[in-house]
Nanobody, 124 residues
Framework: QLQLVESGGGLVQPGGSLRLSCAASGFTLDYYAIGWFRQAPGKEREGVSC???????NYADSVKGRFTISRDNAKNTVYLQMNSLKPEDTAVYYCAADPYPIQAMCVMTDYDYWGQGTQVTVSS
């Protein structure tokens, strides 16, 4: 059974850092594009960062220079390193997989498999 599990969320002060992990089971991440999306209370889900099988990356303007997406195919895991966190980064963060491996854009409707999400709260 194909499954994605996010971890690493939590409460952090503004300016702090977190690293989210997205572990896959039941399939090999090498052949998928992987994206991180987030949904804040009362807002629509939005793309944060996506990476294709070749390592090409895209970032939302709001996180460029602060967030870094990476993948470790040996561990079948994708990471989102989040630095200089702001209160507006507070959201539930989801990882998702797109079976079209060269997709590097965060086109939400292209992502077929989703994790359950992990809460990130940035507050003093």
């Amino acid at each position: 059974q194909l499954q994605l599990v996010e971890s690493g969320g939590g409460l952090v002060q503004p300016g702090g850092s977190l690293r989210l992990s997205c572990a896959a089971s039941g399939f090999t991440l090498d052949y998928y594009a992987i994206g991180w999306f987030r949904q804040a209370p009362g807002k629509e889900r939005e793309g944060v960062s996506c990476i294709n099988s070749g390592g090409s990356r895209n970032y939302a303007d709001s996180v460029k220079g602060r967030f870094t997406i990476s993948r470790d195919n040996a561990k079948n895991t994708v990471y989102l390193q989040m630095n200089s966190l702001k209160p507006e980064d507070t959201a539930v963060y989801y990882c998702a997989a797109d079976p079209y491996p060269i997709q590097a854009m965060c086109v939400m409707t292209d992502y077929d498999y989703w994790g359950q999400g992990t809460q990130v709260t940035v507050s003093s």
